[in-house]
């Protein structure tokens, strides 16, 4: 890829834009907003104008109930040879590209699943998407060109390429990012109501669940509505589990009797639930993630032994939370498990070793199906 436009310069179009401009593509910033456009270029995304030519890759960065409009406006006006798009929503897009777009073989849906609380250009970062999954949607028509060029900007920006079908894509992202977010402003707007000292109190749990609370509410706006079949249907179930719990919670404020032992049972097997849910999720020192590595390093049973290694990933950007500890028989020692990245993997198992660590690394490599009658190395489907 030599040339492409980005069409939308908030947190992720021009995180894409540095991230493709460092690795030597020419890119052409442009945006609703001229000051955002040229905003991004002062920070060395690209050049706020116009390419003049055809470039290989228009990504249209822009809220989902956007992205229709500004692709068949930019296939009309033969902006491209291929196009992709960044929405959290991806059926829609997908719909309106089949339904409208001159050209919709020349286009794939994507989803780079990162971003910041912080919206606008200044917030965005050319290291966002690194070792990020980024799902692609190639709808019945996508050519296979198109589905090439989306591949090699998921490269570029050292990101890791999911594959799904659009309607599953909504389906889960409803489960993991849309509703949870509308859980933390509900959760967030508690705290405008909350008691005298409320902010004496406020802890690390409660920071980590509001947090994504502070994103930008029109945007949430559109994105919520695009999606809003599926984000329905889980908070459908979540009224549902709710309408258990607030009985069984009140039951717990009554002294003895059935019904506290009920609202007992009750409250505890919504929190084994919540446990066994989070299992699901590839946590930190479960191991390497897929298409990643495991790092095993052998650790001597002697008093402070462990807290240098620690100490030493931490030199190399690596949590203590990213380890496992795995014991052996008294006085054989322990062998520290961290599940990493591949690309960190790597260079921490090297530098471990410099530093006369006995390391162990543990390659993950696969091949996982894409479609039928092929396979893409690294590429992670679903």
Request: glycine share 12%; charged share 20%; net charge negative.
């Amino acid at each position: 890829m030599r040339t492409m436009t980005v069409i939308g310069t908030g947190l992720i179009g021009t995180s894409i834009a540095l991230a493709v401009s460092g690795r030597g593509v020419r890119v052409f910033l442009t945006d609703r907003d001229p000051a955002a456009a040229r905003t991004a270029a002062a920070l060395g995304a690209g050049l706020a104008k116009d390419p003049g030519e055809t470039v290989d890759l228009a990504v249209i960065a822009v809220p989902p109930s956007h992205v229709g409009a500004v692709l068949t406006e930019a296939q009309e006006r033969g902006l491209a040879r291929a196009y992709t798009d960044v929405a959290s929503v991806k059926a829609g897009p997908e719909q309106a590209a089949l339904r409208r777009a001159p050209d919709p073989a020349c286009y794939v849906g994507g989803h780079p699943l990162a971003g910041r609380e912080r919206s606008g250009p200044l917030a965005a970062r050319a290291e966002l998407f690194r070792d990020r999954n980024w799902v692609l949607t190639p709808s019945r028509l996508t050519s296979d060109e198109a589905f090439e060029r989306a591949l090699e900007l998921v490269a570029l920006c050292a990101a890791v390429p999911v594959v799904m079908r659009s309607q599953d894509h909504d389906a889960a992202v409803a489960v993991t990012s849309h509703v949870p977010h509308l859980m933390a402003s509900l959760m967030a707007a508690r705290l405008t109501e909350g008691p005298a000292g409320l902010a004496r109190v406020a802890g690390q749990g409660l920071r980590d669940a509001t947090r994504i609370a502070a994103g930008d509410s029109r945007l949430w706006g559109d994105i919520l509505q695009a999606n809003a079949p599926a984000v329905a249907g889980v908070l459908k179930d979540l009224h549902a589990d709710l309408s258990r719990l607030v009985p069984a919670v009140d039951a717990l404020t009554r002294a003895g009797g059935a019904d506290r032992d009920l609202g007992m049972r009750t409250l505890v097997d919504l929190l084994d639930r919540g446990i066994s849910g989070l299992a699901e999720i590839p946590a930190a020192g479960a191991g390497p993630q897929e298409g990643g590595q495991g790092v095993r390093v052998a650790v001597a049973e002697r008093p402070g032994e462990l807290a240098r290694l620690l100490a030493a990933v931490a030199d190399l950007g690596v949590a203590a939370e990213d380890a496992a500890v795995e014991t052996a028989a008294a006085g054989a020692g322990f062998t520290v498990r961290f599940g990493l990245p591949a690309r960190t993997a790597e260079k921490v198992a090297d530098a471990l070793d410099a530093g006369g660590w006995t390391v162990v690394r543990e390659d993950d490599e696969r091949l996982l199906p894409m479609g039928e009658g092929q396979a893409v190395p690294g590429v992670r489907g679903v």
